[in-house]
């Protein structure tokens, strides 16, 4: 059964400073993966996704997440964090048979001053 | 382009009254899906549907939730009667195509709370 861990409920950085949300997943065959992103009092929005095309996926603003399939990882990164990427962050796998999409439980990205 | 549109964005009632919640696709997507979310947690599925059938509903807690999706545009969730472990946000997304493709697009939410 697919299942997908965000492994931190909370990550803060300084603004200016990289960006890690880490993202492992368990598949039973090569997964389709997605990272949406949540402003507060926002409609989710998507990032980002893996279709089993290139591993090193670009999105919007600046992000970007590798797949690598020996760690079953999907993790987000972005160089150089901003005041406004401040939101919560969620890791999706979509289950192939009937197409489900199966959310982690977020994590709330902090951004220092 | 507008978005997908819920309303209302905030309800409170009290426990046992009914509710219901609005949702407006964006134009031409048939897929509608209808979400629930706690606080900390993501999204959980409530029911999908494909034009006006309801193609996956098995999450949907048939005995006070029920939807509906009149001529596949706009659709509707109501709740009756509402528990205080109900109060939750109310997502509804869309996305153009028959399969889940994962690419959403989401309304802002109904935020409801129970007293």
């Excluded at chain 1, 065959?29 to 949540?38: D, I, M, N």
């Excluded at chain 2, 009254?17 to 134009?27: D, E, K, L, Y």
């Excluded at chain 2, 549907?49 to 939807?67: C, G, H, M, T």
Aim: proline share 5%; net charge neutral.
């Amino acid at each position: 059964a697919q299942s997908v861990t965000q492994l931190d409920s909370h990550v803060s950085v300084s603004e200016g400073t990289p960006v890690l949300l880490r993202c492992n997943y368990s598949s039973s065959y090569s997964p389709s993966l997605f990272w949406y992103v949540q402003h507060p009092n926002k409609g989710l929005q998507l990032l980002l996704k893996y279709t089993s095309a290139a591993t090193l996926v670009k999105g919007i603003n600046g992000f970007e997440a590798e797949f690598k399939k020996s760690e079953t990882s999907f993790h987000l990164t972005k160089p150089s964090a901003h005041m406004s990427d401040a939101a919560e962050y969620f890791c999706v796998v979509r289950r192939g048979s009937n197409y489900q999409l199966i959310w982690g439980a977020g994590t709330k990205l902090i951004i220092k001053p | 382009e507008a978005g997908v549109v819920q309303s209302p964005r905030y309800k409170i009632i009290e426990k046992k009254q009914p509710v219901a919640f609005w949702c407006n696709p964006i134009s031409g997507h048939n897929t509608l899906y209808w979400y629930l979310q706690n606080l900390g947690q993501g999204p959980e599925l409530l029911i999908r549907y494909e034009n006006e059938e309801a193609v996956d509903d098995s999450q949907l807690p048939k005995d006070r939730f029920s939807a509906e999706r009149l001529k596949g545009v706009d659709s509707t969730l109501k709740i009756q009667p509402a528990e205080l472990g109900d109060s939750a946000v109310y997502l509804c997304a869309s996305t153009s195509g028959t399969a889940n493709t994962g690419e959403l697009f989401f309304g802002e939410g109904s935020r409801l709370t129970v007293l």
